[in-house]
């Protein structure tokens, strides 16, 4: 339970007296909780159900919504840092609009089964007008993070949940675009649940700040490769996207970070540790002319127009100390962590070397928060150590860190 909380069960027993008529005293629940009880029962919730309300939408109407929604442009972001963590574990990531509507909810398809049943689902409203007392309701109120426990929701069908959220502002006005929220059981009632929420809408806001790139896949002067999600492709520049086998791509980031170009010789070491024969590399090339047209030349091997790549935006990001934008644009490497070519694992180790660097160096909690918490950073000695040393003494998530930082060195020592 977050600070200032009481047991459940005296929550339980302050809020069976708040609908018998008795004001519940200060020491049995929370005076936030108790505020936002006497708004719900103030606005007629009804605390035996959970009822949506709002604007009834049609289902392309919604989608169109979302999709244009500000908020869908970190939906990478937020899957790297927090969804692709919680695994099988029965706990959900919603992300909603400044009205409380849900417009994606992610995560353990058990618990998404589950929410069903109290109408925790994308498009139902959760503001705190509409369901009562819920931390994604709350959060948007009183414009914090904040975590509801069990019985301290007002409606009885939602008690045997628990939930964790924070409002998202724009960067820029300091207006209210959403909310982030993580809803489960018991796993999620820890202080630190509440304190990942507001770390990764810490990284959202950044994200949200770097407006100055455009990454959406419409008309572009230069083509564009990503490989940093799953299944490399080629981004035309009318837009289009091509898919690409992992050594095309292998040999387009390879040739982008090398204009001056690439001897045969060169590349052919460039992808394999026997080297390839001059045979198969001329033959690789081809193939990616035929799929792509007059990309490349020949004599020395080299692109024969300006791209872009999401590695190279990911490593300016990392030079303007952006990290944890680049954090999240790295998520699990993609080929990058996949390839067993010897000049892209170089290009991933030199990338990941300036990232770590900048961000111990900095001292950034955010950042180190983001980057522990992502598929790459969470086995980072260094990294925990230093966040355990840098968060202040009574913080929640300084314990977890030292103690994940112990369990790191005894496994290294072994």
């Known amino acids: 339970m977050g600070n200032g909380a009481v ?56 989608r169109a919504y979302r999709s244009a929604h500000r908020l869908s442009s970190v939906r990478p972001l937020i899957k790297s840092l927090l969804l692709d963590d919680l695994g099988d574990a029965e706990a959900l990531v919603a992300v909603g609009d400044a009205r409380g509507r849900l417009l994606w ?4 398809r058990s618990a998404r089964r589950k929410a069903t049943g109290i109408n925790f689902v994308e498009g139902a ?21 904040v975590q509801i426990v069990g019985p301290e929701h007002f409606a009885g069908p939602v008690q045997p949940w628990s939930c964790s959220a924070a409002p998202i502002h724009d960067p ?42 455009d990454l959406a896949p419409t008309s572009r002067s230069c083509p564009r490769l990503e490989v940093l999600e799953d299944g490399p492709r080629w981004v035309g520049t009318d837009g289009n996207h091509r898919p690409l086998s992992p050594r095309h791509a292998e040999i387009l980031l390879l040739l982008a970070t090398h204009p001056q170009g690439l001897s045969t010789d060169q590349l052919a070491i460039m992808l394999a540790d026997d ?86 160096a900095a ?32 913080h929640p998530g300084r314990g977890r860190a030292a103690g994940r930082a112990r369990l790191l060195d005894r496994r290294l020592r072994r």
Do not use: C
């Open 125 to 145: 409203v959760w503001s705190e007008k509409a369901v009562g007392t819920n931390a994604p309701g709350l959060a948007l109120a009183i414009n914090r993070g």
């Open 275 to 360: 080297a390839l024969g001059a045979v198969t590399v001329r033959a690789e090339i081809s193939r990616l002319r035929r799929a792509l047209g007059e990309v490349v030349e020949s004599r020395p091997y080299r692109l024969t127009l300006a791209i872009e790549s999401d590695v190279e935006l990911a490593r300016r990001r990392v030079e303007k100390g952006e990290v944890i934008a680049a954090i999240g644009m790295l998520g699990r490497g993609g080929l990058l962590a996949e390839s067993f070519a010897p000049g892209v694992t170089a290009l991933f180790d030199e990338l990941l070397v300036d990232l770590r660097s900048r961000m111990i």
């Open 172 to 213: 820029h006005t300091g207006g209210l675009l959403g909310f982030l929220d993580i809803t489960g059981g018991e796993a999620v009632t820890t202080p630190f649940t509440l304190t990942t929420v507001r770390s990764v809408v810490a990284a959202i806001e950044r994200e949200l700040a770097a407006t100055s790139v």
């Open 363 to 394: 001292g950034d909690v955010a950042a180190l928060e983001a980057w522990v918490a992502s598929p790459l950073g969470r086995d980072d000695l260094t990294a925990w150590a230093q966040l355990a040393q840098t968060l202040p003494p009574g």
């Open 105 to 108: 909810v992610d995560g353990d």
């Open 7 to 62: 047991s459940p069960t005296g929550v339980r027993r302050a809020y069976e007296a708040f609908l018998s008529g008795l004001v519940p005293s200060e020491d049995s629940v929370r005076s936030l909780v108790r505020e936002s009880w006497v708004r719900s029962r103030e606005r007629g919730v009804d605390p035996e159900g959970v009822r949506p309300q709002g604007e009834e939408v049609g289902e392309d109407d919604f």
